[in-house]
């Protein structure tokens, strides 16, 4: 009996320890993989103009060649519409991809190169009711990956440095019951190495956020606008001094308003540096000084900026965001709609400038005349005074040129605050407002604030 457990102990052991070397062998070959990448955009900072342009059309061209070899949908497409696959200039030809079609033909567009249980199934949209549940391989999150540390290391990240990041994620009520409101992540975490859970932040538990935060001493902070604009709000309120340097802060997920990012860069003593990206990684976009302008990453995917009727912007308009992602080859999306718009500043192939990101082609409220009033214009580039005293507010659309706007409020809110955003709205367009005061406003299953509800069509 001594003998035969004395193997099985040896067996265990022996498993686990193959186990242990193939996690060990797996993480090696991320790493690896992340390594190469972020070193391809270390290099790209070097390249021309002409260079970086005839590298997307060199990685268009395979992913159109990939594309139709292994989709049924795509081999459909490129038969049906006379696509070369050899010409980038046949992009023009393939039909916008709607988040309607990638629901109904999703088998279609499964890698036939990929098992399916082989592939992570990704899912977004939920907090605007488009919900879409779709496929990437692995490698498309490392690529991912490796742009998210490319942008750590233009704030001057450096090996050891430690990041905080806060998302939705939800604390077990054991550590609440402690007053922790965050979970401890693995230390080269891209994500961070701590995460601050947004769905319990209150004015009665911030010191608790800000005493841990003290404690860390981040050098990278990341996440929403509306998390790390309160935290900023209290620090500055109560005159506290953090004692170490931030190099970066990347927001990220949320529409922010000048305000807000004055705020957080005062609080913090550091910069800004926004990220534009999505679920579906399909683009990569971030800004890199104190322009705010968005550039996007040649080597994540093709950006077209497009009007209503299909054609390219010019120079300054406003388009919509139609995006051919390279790196996820276990369900490729070949201009993919992002539902997003953007104010074209510069235009080279399929590497883009922005001078704004307005967000969803959906961010924007519609007045008694019927025309769209998109949310960037008429709040996010404001810097009203009012926006001191509010805690946290959300637009709400049912009815044109209606619009009921809740708002937690501060103490020093007052009925100027009240007539200054009256004033701010009908300045621009014929919009009624109607206000409501409450206390909380509800985050997203994700932990985001909706800035805007709208349903109206």
């Known amino acids: 009996m001594k003998q035969y457990i004395k193997r099985k102990l040896r067996f265990i052991k022996k498993i686990v320890f193959l186990f242990n070397m193939y996690t060990l062998l797996f993480h090696r070959k991320q790493r690896v993989r992340e390594q190469k990448v972020f070193r391809k955009l270390k290099e790209i900072e070097k390249n021309t103009t002409k260079e970086i342009y005839n590298l997307q059309q060199d990685k268009l061209i395979i992913f159109f060649k990939y594309s139709y070899e292994n989709t049924k949908y795509y081999k459909k497409i490129f038969d049906q519409f006379d696509v070369n696959t050899w010409n980038p200039e046949d992009l023009k030809k393939i039909p916008i991809l709607t988040k309607d079609i990638i629901r109904k033909h ?3 567009l499964l890698s036939e190169e990929f098992e399916k249980s082989s592939l992570c199934k990704r ?28 942008l750590y290391s233009l704030m001057g990240y450096e090996k050891g440095d430690a990041i905080l990041g806060c998302s939705g994620t939800v604390i077990p009520q054991k550590l609440r019951d402690k007053n922790i409101y965050w979970l401890r992540e693995a230390k080269n975490s891209v994500w961070g190495e701590y995460d ?24 990278i902070l990341r996440g929403y606008p509306s998390f790390f604009d309160k935290l900023a709000t209290y620090i500055i309120e109560n005159d506290i001094k953090l004692g170490f340097e931030i190099k970066g802060i990347n927001l990220t ?14 609080a913090f ?57 390279f790196n996820n080859h276990g369900m490729p999306f070949v201009r993919y709609d992002t539902g997003d718009m953007g104010e074209l500043l510069s235009r080279n192939g399929g590497t883009i400038e922005f001078k704004k990101i307005l967000g969803r082609n959906k961010d924007y409220i519609v007045s008694k005349d019927g025309q769209k009033v998109f949310l960037t214009a008429l709040i996010f580039g404001q810097h009203l005074q009012a926006f001191k005293n509010i805690v946290k507010w959300q637009l709400k659309q049912e009815l044109i040129g ?15 605050d009240e007539t200054e955003i009256l004033k701010n709205f009908q300045s621009v367009a014929d919009i009624q407002l109607k ?3 409450v206390d909380e406003i509800a985050l997203t299953k994700r932990g985001k604030h909706l800035f805007l509800k709208q349903n109206i069509g």
């Not at 899912?123 to 490319?150: K, P, Q, R, V």
């Open 106 to 108: 999703g088998k279609e």
């Open 123 to 150: 899912n977004t949209g939920g907090s605007t009711g488009e919900s879409l549940e779709f496929y990437s391989d692995n490698m498309a999150g490392l690529n991912d990956n490796a742009h998210h540390w490319y």
């Open 196 to 219: 601050f859970s947004v769905l319990y932040l209150t004015d009665l538990n911030i010191h608790y956020y800000i005493d841990k935060l003290i404690a860390l001493k981040p050098t």
């Open 253 to 266: 997920g949320e529409m922010c308003s000048i305000s807000q990012r004055i705020n957080i860069e005062k």
């Open 269 to 325: 003593s550091s910069m800004v540096y926004f990220e534009y990206g999505h679920t579906e990684i399909c683009l990569y976009c971030y800004t890199s000084d104190d322009t705010y302008v968005y550039k996007s990453s040649p080597i994540y995917g093709y950006i077209e900026v497009l009007k209503d009727d299909g054609t390219d912007v010019e120079i300054g308009e406003v388009g919509n965001i139609i995006v051919t992602g």
């Open 402 to 416: 209606v619009v009921s706007i809740m708002i937690v409020r501060n103490s020093n809110y007052t009925n100027s």
């Open 435 to 437: 206000f409501k005061y």
